[in-house]
T-cell receptor, first 115, second 119 residues
Framework: AQTVTQSQPEMSVQEAETVTLSCTYDTSESDYYLFWYKQPPSRQMILVIRQEAYKQQNATENRFSVNFQKAAKSFSLKISDSQLGDAAMYFCAYRSAHRDDKIIFGKGTRLHILP | GAVVSQHPSWVICKSGTSVKIECRSLDFQATTMFWYRQFPKQSLMLMATSNEGSKATYEQGVEKDKFLINHASLTLSTLTVTSAHPEDSSFYIC???????????????FGSGTRLTVV
């Protein structure tokens, strides 16, 4: 079974600085998708960034980028120029490309932004 | 973009009663919808997958008779918590994938969640 592990329950970063959230996953599949979701205090789940496993190029979305290391099964999220609005719970997630539609979430990392 | 409306946003009910939560895709058709449960400060746990016109698939450990899921149309799925008890108090979130988006890379759109409190 696939698993997603986020080893940092909480992190803090100074406003305007850069922070990296870690995520590792375990799977025997070769084709899959990885996501980072943000859940602010409103608890609305927001898709931050996504990565296709067959693509070597790391995905980027404005201030958000990932470091995807397929062999190491690592998928970290880097937030540049952190803003107060980035404060939220961040979930790393995995989805098989073939098996079924389920998204498997990690336990999350709570990110605090220090003014 | 795709929007999923979830209603109600919060509900308080008495122990032993049933509560229905609705999840609607507003501007797209969703052949598949998912129901999650989230305890305070924890991750989302998938409860079941519902497909339009067929029975829901429940995850291991989820009571089918307690959490009734109906996906009667391409835009509506409902979760009914039957004979609710205080331990059912939680945050419930639905999500949906647009049926025209065959590529899984698009992920899913989430509802805003329902906070259920059973007293």
């Amino acid at each position: 079974a696939q698993t997603v592990t986020q080893s940092q329950p909480e992190m803090s970063v100074q406003e305007a600085e850069t922070v990296t959230l870690s995520c590792t996953y375990d799977t025997s599949e070769s084709d899959y998708y990885l996501f980072w979701y943000k859940q602010p205090p409103s608890r609305q789940m927001i898709l931050v960034i996504r990565q296709e496993a067959y693509k070597q190029q790391n995905a980027t979305e404005n201030r958000f980028s990932v470091n995807f290391q397929k062999a190491a099964k690592s998928f970290s999220l880097k937030i540049s120029d952190s803003q107060l609005g980035d404060a939220a719970m961040y979930f790393c997630a995995y989805r098989s490309a073939h098996r079924d539609d389920k998204i498997i979430f990690g336990k999350g990392t709570r990110l605090h932004i220090l003014p | 973009g795709a929007v999923v409306s979830q209603h109600p946003s919060w509900v308080i009910c008495k122990s032993g009663t049933s509560v229905k939560i609705e999840c609607r895709s507003l501007d797209f058709q969703a052949t598949t919808m998912f129901w999650y449960r989230q305890f305070p400060k924890q991750s989302l746990m998938l409860m079941a997958t519902s497909n339009e016109g067929s029975k829901a698939t429940y995850e291991q450990g989820v009571e089918k008779d307690k959490f009734l899921i109906n996906h009667a149309s391409l835009t509506l799925s409902t979760l009914t918590v039957t004979s609710a008890h205080p331990e059912d108090s939680s945050f419930y979130i639905c999500s949906a994938r647009e049926s025209t988006q065959s590529a899984p890379i698009y992920g899913y759109t989430f509802g805003s969640g329902t906070r259920l409190t059973v007293v």
